[in-house]
């Protein structure tokens, strides 16, 4: 049977077990499409990834990603914690320095830059809309709060995920949300507020029926929140987002708009390195 070079690791934090897992699978070719979701399935995290050969010549490397229900053609984590596992094995950028390097995946070329200790991805482009006022009341039961505490209501993207943002007050109204699942539907819905004077500047969570509920640190979710919260004034141009707290997780999300993108960071730790048979 074939042996893969596999490692779980954990994206946005810079303590293991505090951030948001992903299973990484190196050099994936012999893989078919059901091998691969089956085995996204079996482990049961929110996402799998399989690294391949690039089929651009202007990317590095290409992923898959798949959740247990499927595949779906980009998201966050797994942009940030793969780009991690492909440079851990000795991946080498073709870009100027090495200081850039080119994803492809389902959606089209991501670019991922490094920050230090940290990794950074481009957001792509997404368009946005205000959520009408009449829809408050359905946003509020499903987040199980007053409609009058919903300060304000974005859809993030018209892209998979569907993400609605919701703003309220304080970090302690965050904190309080309780899930109405069966009003949750099929929406992916999150919300943000200020943290003033705190370990982060704003306070993040995000449910999904991908995820069965909570999802514990959102790279999609948290690019969708930047482009409307700094567009809109209520954020600078540069900030930290704390998410997970209610999960016992301390996701940290950095954020940064250079005038032409929004890019979006975080550590990446390896907690396990090893070897897959499939």
């Known amino acids: 049977m074939p042996v893969f070079e596999f490692r779980q690791l954990d994206v946005f934090s810079a303590r293991a077990t505090k951030g948001n897992p992903l299973a990484v699978v190196h050099d994936a070719?012999?893989?078919?499409?059901?091998?691969?979701?089956?085995?996204?399935n079996w482990t049961n995290l929110s996402e799998t990834v399989f690294l391949l050969p690039p089929t651009r010549p202007e990317a590095d490397y290409r992923v898959r990603i798949f959740t247990?229900?499927?595949?779906?053609?980009?998201?966050?984590?797994?942009?940030?914690?793969?780009?991690?596992?492909?440079?851990?094995?000795?991946g080498v950028p073709k870009g100027l320095k090495g200081?850039?390097?080119?994803?492809?995946?389902?959606?089209?070329l991501v670019r991922i830059r490094r920050e230090g200790q940290r990794l950074a991805f481009a957001a792509p482009p997404a368009a946005q809309q205000d959520v009408p006022v009449a829809e408050y009341p359905r946003l509020a039961r499903a987040l199980g709060i007053p409609v009058a505490g919903i300060l304000a209501a974005c859809a993030l993207s018209a892209a998979v995920p569907r993400w609605i943002g919701v703003l309220l007050a304080s970090r302690e109204e965050v904190l309080e949300v309780r899930l109405d699942y069966a009003a949750l539907g099929e929406m992916d819905l999150g919300v943000v507020a200020p943290w003033p004077d705190g370990a982060a500047d704003f306070e993040v969570r995000a449910f999904s029926p991908e995820v069965s509920g909570e999802d514990p640190v959102t790279g999609?979710?948290?690019?969708?929140?930047?482009?409307?919260l700094i567009g809109a004034g209520i954020a600078p141009a540069r900030y930290v987002a704390a998410q997970g707290t209610c999960l016992g997780r301390e996701g940290r999300v950095h954020v940064e708009y250079d005038g032409t993108d929004f890019w979006i960071g975080g550590e990446t730790i390896t907690c396990i390195k090893g070897t897959l048979t499939l």
């Open 29 to 40: 070719t012999g893989l078919d499409d059901a091998a691969m979701a089956d085995f996204a």
């Open 68 to 90: 247990p229900a499927g595949e779906i053609p980009f998201a966050g984590h797994p942009t940030l914690g793969s780009c991690h596992a492909w440079l851990e094995a000795g």
């Open 99 to 108: 200081e850039l390097i080119i994803q492809e995946c389902k959606a089209g």
């Open 220 to 228: 999609s979710f948290n690019a969708g929140l930047a482009r409307w």
